[in-house]
């Protein structure tokens, strides 16, 4: 993903090995529970996400789809998106305009985001503020369905800590 020079290098931290096998079972799980399928399609987007550690772009998800072959045609990957928005395995980072993973299993929990706008890092958190948010819409009449927040500046290695 590109981002403002940074004059250093970053690692995103992405899950691999029986870690992600461990995440995908376990998205399975969920799924069925739910009575949803995790469809090979989803399951594959999960995976990239997963693997990615970091936010991603549909079309990078898009041109590394396929493991051996021509990359997935766009529909695919925004249908599997969706499912894994509304799942709850997956955000999107609007002002990136990419997903991330999410990796915490409270459904319907609110996302907040800490992104580095040299390097791309980006922290979920769980935000206190959350609450107020949600009463303030329900006393002005609204049914939040989610609410997501975004805080854009720089991570400790790109500012120098």
């Keep these: 993903m590109a981002h403002s020079a940074c004059d250093h290098d970053h690692h995103h931290h992405g899950v691999a090995g029986d870690a992600l096998a461990a995440e995908l079972t376990a998205a399975e799980a969920r799924c069925a529970a739910a009575e ?3 469809t090979a399609p989803r399951r594959r987007v999960l995976e990239l996400l997963l693997e990615a550690g970091q936010p991603v772009k549909a079309y990078d998800l898009i041109s590394t789809f396929a493991v ?3 990359p997935a045609k766009p529909p695919t990957v925004y249908r599997a998106l969706e ?3 509304k ?4 955000h999107r980072i609007e002002s990136l305009n990419a997903y991330v993973a999410c990796r915490r299993e409270a459904d319907g929990h609110a996302a907040a985001f ?5 390097c ?3 922290r979920e958190f769980e935000p206190e503020a ?4 949600i009463a303030a819409g329900q006393a002005a009449g609204y049914a939040l369905t989610g ?9 400790a290695d790109c500012k120098g800590d």
């Excluded at 800490?114 to 040299?118: F, T, V």
């Excluded at 609410?147 to 991570?155: D, L, N």
């Design 36 to 38: 949803q399928r995790l």
């Design 68 to 70: 051996d072959g021509p």
């Design 83 to 85: 499912f894994l928005e």
């Design 87 to 90: 799942q709850g395995f997956a």
């Design 114 to 118: 800490l992104i580095c706008d040299c």
């Design 120 to 122: 791309g890092a980006t």
């Design 130 to 133: 959350t609450a107020d948010i």
């Design 147 to 155: 609410v997501t927040i975004e805080a854009h500046g720089k991570c």
